[in-house]
T-cell receptor, first 109, second 114 residues
């Protein structure tokens, strides 16, 4: 079967750094996506990785290791508005996205 | 207004009733998708369409049907609603269906079946 695992919930302090991990087992791999979803809203795209390594975009970075079936999303200089769920998704051999259940990130002042 | 719209925003429905959720995009995207999102579970694909005139089944298609008569619209129909179909439904679209194709999501429809 196909499986995406990520922690259910994490807590961090405003101004700090947090790393959200994602491990996956899928039939094929055509890229890994991270989305942000605020409560009651739609998911919005954050990042895409298809090759091993780190992709940096402002305060957010995403890392991929295909051999380990592992990715992480790194959020720096946390702000209260970063309180949201972060969804990891892998595009499989059929080019369909398989989604993790999401990590709820709580930011404390 | 560029983007995806969904209607209705929310709906309470009696079991056994027929219901169509509407989805329209104005980005001229080729691919469109319907997902359901339930607490504690990831988004699950119901049906998809890679281009107008074609549709395919996702992970959880039973009890749902779709059509794609044109590029912009992708309605989802529940023929006879059951309580297990209570969920938040998201429509999404992407320019294509290949490896890098970011999906853009509509605001969602919150459906309760009693």
């Amino acid at each position: 079967g196909q499986n995406i695992d990520q922690p259910t919930e994490m807590t961090a302090t405003e101004g700090a750094i947090v790393q959200i991990n994602c491990t996956y087992q899928t039939s094929g791999f055509n890229g890994l996506f991270w989305y942000q979803q605020h409560a009651g809203e739609a998911p919005t795209f954050l990042s895409y990785n298809v090759l091993d390594g780190l992709e940096e975009k402002g305060r957010f970075s995403s890392f991929l290791s295909r051999s380990k079936g592992y990715s992480y999303l790194l959020l720096k200089e946390l702000q209260m508005k970063d309180s949201a769920s972060y969804l990891c998704a892998v595009k499989d051999s059929n080019y369909q996205l398989i989604w993790g259940a999401g990590t709820k990130l709580i930011i404390k002042p | 207004i560029a983007g995806i719209t969904q209607a209705p925003t929310s709906q309470i429905l009696a079991a056994g009733r027929r219901m169509t959720l509407r989805c329209t995009q104005d980005m001229r995207h080729n691919a469109m998708y319907w997902y359901r999102q339930d607490l504690g579970l990831g988004l699950r694909l119901i049906h998809y369409s890679n281009t107008a005139g074609t549709t395919g089944k996702g992970e959880v298609p039973d009890g749902y049907s779709v059509s794609r008569a044109n590029t912009d619209d992708f309605p989802l129909t529940l023929a006879s609603a059951v309580p297990s179909q209570t969920s938040v439904y998201f429509c999404a679209s992407s320019e294509g269906s290949g490896d890098y194709n970011e999906q853009f999501f509509g605001p969602g429809t919150r459906l309760t079946v009693l």
